[in-house]
């Protein structure tokens, strides 16, 4: 099924509305203490007003900002990743309640964990997925197609076409111009139909997380969110090891 991509006004509307606004990894869990640092992503702000993560023994808050990566923040004495909120326990007292726990990726000292509240009514009300965020597993001028669906999907970008099963997540290289420039993106189903189509605005020193998630009604489109960041001339650092980008 051919579609005419949308007028250049339109693809730079996405765009704007991008940057104002993995399957998911499966982390292996950390056998033993090793210091990271990590940011956060939440799309909407989080019914829980005061949020804590927790580092060895010490409850540190943490500010999201919606639709962007929170500062980075150091976690160096805990294996999982911990969020607490503060209440009353029975006596009266105020005390730390656990609210959201995951397990970091093994062999990264940089992450991004996603927050959410869970869908499914749990003991913990957030659910937390991380994902290496270092600059080797997710270098500049890559594309990270998130696939937050039950279908198994079909990405074309950067001239190739990529598989996407439910639930994954892929890298693609954008291959833009060193100048940058509006990329044809499409989304297909299994048979090859086109079921979103749209331009992205690219950089070769930037790098952007693309998440896919189900129609909100049938009969409407596939919901797209992005997470743009943009590196400028940033090298890693000495300490920015990283596990194997998975494909």
């Not at 730079?12 to 992503?41: H, Q, R, W």
């Not at 023994?57 to 805990?78: C, N, V």
């Not at 420039?181 to 079921?195: E, H, S, V």
């Not at 979103?196 to 070769?204: C, G």
Request: charged share 20%; aromatic share 8%.
């Amino acid at each position: 099924m051919n579609r005419r991509l949308p007028k250049f006004t339109n693809a730079l509307c996405l765009y704007l509305l991008s940057m104002t606004c993995a399957g998911l990894l499966n982390a292996t869990p950390v056998s033993g203490k090793t210091d990271i640092e990590f940011s956060c992503l939440v799309w909407e702000p989080l019914s829980i007003q005061e949020v804590f993560y927790l580092d060895g023994k010490k409850y540190i808050p943490i500010e999201f900002s919606p639709g962007t990566r929170s500062k980075i923040y150091p976690l160096a004495e805990s294996i999982n990743f911990e969020l607490y909120r503060r209440e009353a326990d029975p006596s009266g007292a105020m005390a730390y309640k656990l609210i959201g726990r995951a397990p970091r990726v093994a062999g990264t000292r940089r992450m991004l964990f996603m927050i959410e509240p869970h869908p499914t009514p749990t003991d913990l009300p957030l659910k937390i997925q991380g994902v290496d965020d270092a600059l080797k597993a997710f270098p500049p001028g890559t594309y990270r197609f998130v696939n937050s669906s039950n279908a198994e999907l079909q990405v074309k970008f950067g001239g190739q076409t990529n598989r996407l099963p439910a639930k994954e997540i892929i890298l693609v290289n954008s291959n833009v111009p060193k100048r940058g420039g509006f990329l044809p993106f499409m989304i297909l189903n299994t048979n090859g139909q086109a079921i979103f189509e749209t331009r992205i605005f690219s950089q070769p020193t930037g790098r952007n997380m693309v998440f896919i998630s189900p129609p909100s009604q049938p009969g409407e489109r596939v919901r797209i969110k992005m997470l743009p960041q943009l590196l400028g001339a940033q090298l890693p650092s000495p300490t920015d090891q990283a596990s194997p980008a998975t494909p």
